[in-house]
């Protein structure tokens, strides 16, 4: 939870700062603003935070529920139980419309 806090703010605040001599330059005619400066002069910044803040999160959230679905299973045949297909279905549809939930926001 630490991480999850001190991170965006150091990561942000490194790239903020970094430009501190970055000169604003305002386009009154112009009907949206421009991107972040440290976004247009860095080429390593938008990709890093392109793939550690949208891609790594993605593949985090699909790895860790196979990893769940298996560890079930893996579990369930340890225990030499009868396999009660319609409660696997259920925790399999349950944990794939939240994961999808919150791939798809």
Known sequence: MIFC????LAFYAGLTFDSWWCTDVYDYSS???RPPFYATTSKFSPL?????????PVFIVLFSNLILVIHVWYQKFQMNRVNTWRKN?????????IALIYLIA
């Open 48 to 56: 890093f935070g392109i793939f550690a803040h949208h891609i790594l």
């Open 5 to 8: 806090i001190i991170y965006p």
């Open 89 to 97: 279905v259920r925790m399999n549809a349950q944990l794939l419309s």
């Open 31 to 33: 009907l949206s603003c």
